[in-house]
């Protein structure tokens, strides 16, 4: 069964560090995957998707991840980070059986101190 | 435009007590999906719709059954409550090529 592995549950940062978060998947097709971000008390919201094309992907607030595919990782990265970014985040693949049923990793919680 | 609301976002149950919760959507989906978030676990998937009348389990169903009449509306029930089912759950829907929606979340306690 497709799986979807967060190496780190915990992560705390100050204000200005880089955050790097690992994603691995265990699907080897074609994967459509994402990055979602849960605030404090809110619901999911999309960060970032890889669907083709450039590995390299952009998303919202500053964020961006890459796809490799030779490591079976989308690792999510931001040079940067700001106590508003204090949240849980979760990483995604589309299930192989279609329907854009997510399969979710079990998440990271990332602690921003000013 | 309200996206996916999800009503009610708390309830408290006793054990064996029944209960109903509504997702709906405004964006003309044609997919919905009701989701279940544990600590440590992520979401892990309860039943999904591919479409008005339609429904299918996903990884947990066992204990839930889903229900979509309309389109726009997609019912997740609770028979036989058991503590096991505390949980924040969550809806989302999806047109055919983009990314999932979510709901703001129902926390249910289950006593």
């Known amino acids: 069964a497709q799986s979807v592995s967060q190496h780190n549950h915990h992560v705390i940062l100050s204000e200005a560090a880089s955050l790097e978060l690992g994603c691995n998947y265990s699907?080897?097709?074609?994967?459509?995957l994402f990055w979602y971000v849960q605030y404090p008390g809110q619901h999911l919201q999309l960060l970032l998707k890889?669907?083709?094309?450039?590995?390299l992907v952009k998303g919202i607030k500053g964020f961006e991840a890459e796809f490799i595919k030779s490591k079976f990782s989308f690792n999510l990265r931001k040079p940067s980070v700001q106590w508003s970014d204090t949240a849980e985040y979760f990483c995604?693949?589309?299930?192989?059986?279609?329907?854009?049923?997510?399969?979710f990793g079990a998440g990271t919680r990332l602690a921003v101190h000013p | 435009n309200a996206g996916v609301t999800q009503t009610p976002k708390f309830r408290v149950l006793k054990t064996g007590q029944s209960m109903t919760l509504l997702c709906a959507q405004d964006?003309?989906?044609?997919?919905m999906y009701w989701y279940r978030q544990d600590p440590g676990m992520g979401l892990r998937l309860i039943h999904y719709?591919?479409?008005?009348?339609?429904?299918a389990k996903g990884e947990v169903p066992d204990g839930y059954n889903v229900s979509r009449l309309k389109k726009q509306n997609f019912l997740l029930g609770l028979e036989s409550a058991a503590p096991s089912q505390t949980s924040v759950y969550f809806c989302?829907?999806?047109?055919?090529?983009?990314?999932?929606?979510f709901g703001e979340g129902s926390r249910l306690t289950v006593l």
């Open positions: 989302a829907s999806s047109s055919r090529v983009e990314e999932l929606f």
């Open positions: 719709s591919v479409g008005e009348g339609t429904t």
């Open positions: 964006m003309n989906h044609e997919y």
């Open positions: 890889y669907f083709s094309g450039d590995p």
């Open positions: 995604a693949v589309i299930s192989s059986g279609g329907y854009n049923k997510l399969i």
């Open positions: 699907y080897g097709g074609t994967v459509n």
